[in-house]
């Protein structure tokens, strides 16, 4: 039986499957997490990807943990302001963008959130993972690489890890 279910939700970019969601997915495994990973391919609106992982997460029978990377960070913050969740991994989020920064929650999520972004990226600047992290009190980590973070996929791996075993040994965090 597994602890608990990890669910991933992708950039606008890239697929369910890529190099970092296959990454964290072997590393939630090995943790005895299940894992599940959206498709949101050909899917443009961050509202109606954060409708189709709300969707996802109201049949599952207990609060999952959101994973999301750029765009699929916003959609998981998105969701998990919405309702229970027992953790929040971001990836390089989407935050504070035009066409994302009016549908931010206006009160952020209750669950531990730990908050990966790089100092190099040029496509979501870090700027709005800091303002975030600082405002909300959550874990940011900021690394010495690009928008894709796969240059720093051991230490993202790391993180990743270390949170797993905090809301395992923990029994989980707040519901909101």
Same mark, same amino acid.
């Given at each position: 039986?597994?602890?608990?279910?990890?669910?991933?939700?992708?950039? /606008?970019?890239?697929?369910?499957?890529?190099?970092?969601?296959?990454?964290?997915?072997?590393?939630?495994?090995? $943790?005895?997490?299940?894992?599940?990973?959206?498709?949101? @391919?050909?899917?443009?609106?961050?509202?109606?990807? %954060?409708?189709? &992982?709300? #969707?996802?997460?109201?049949?599952?029978? @207990?609060?999952?943990?959101?994973?999301?990377?750029?765009?699929?960070? *916003? =959609?998981?913050?998105?969701?998990? #302001?919405?309702?229970? =969740?027992?953790?929040?991994?971001? &990836?390089?989020?989407?935050?504070?963008?035009?066409?994302?920064?009016?549908?931010?929650? %206006?009160?952020?999520?209750?669950?531990?959130?730990?908050?990966?972004?790089?100092?190099?990226?040029?496509?979501?600047?870090?700027?709005?993972? @800091? $303002? *975030?992290?600082?405002?909300?009190?959550? $874990?940011?980590?900021? &690394?010495?690489?690009?928008?894709?973070?796969?240059? /720093?996929?051991?230490?993202?791996? %790391?993180?990743?890890? /270390?949170?797993?075993?905090?809301?395992?040994?923990?029994?989980?965090?707040?519901?909101?």
């Amino acid at each position: 039986m597994s602890i608990g279910k990890v669910c991933f939700s992708h950039g /606008q970019e890239s697929g369910p499957w890529g190099t970092k969601i296959r990454h964290l997915a072997d590393l939630a495994t090995a $943790r005895d997490w299940a894992v599940e990973s959206l498709d949101y @391919q050909g899917m443009a609106d961050p509202v109606a990807r %954060a409708a189709k &992982l709300a #969707a996802y997460c109201q049949q599952l029978d @207990q609060p999952p943990v959101l994973v999301g990377s750029s765009m699929g960070g *916003f =959609v998981a913050l998105h969701v998990a #302001a919405q309702m229970p =969740v027992r953790g929040l991994f971001l &990836l390089a989020p989407a935050l504070f963008l035009p066409g994302y920064e009016e549908h931010l929650p %206006a009160t952020p999520p209750t669950c531990p959130v730990f908050i990966v972004h790089g100092w190099g990226d040029d496509v979501v600047p870090c700027a709005g993972s @800091q $303002r *975030f992290a600082q405002s909300t009190r959550s $874990r940011l980590l900021l &690394l010495d690489g690009d928008h894709r973070l796969t240059a /720093q996929i051991d230490v993202v791996g %790391a993180a990743f890890d /270390q949170f797993l075993a905090e809301l395992g040994d923990t029994g989980g965090g707040s519901a909101n």
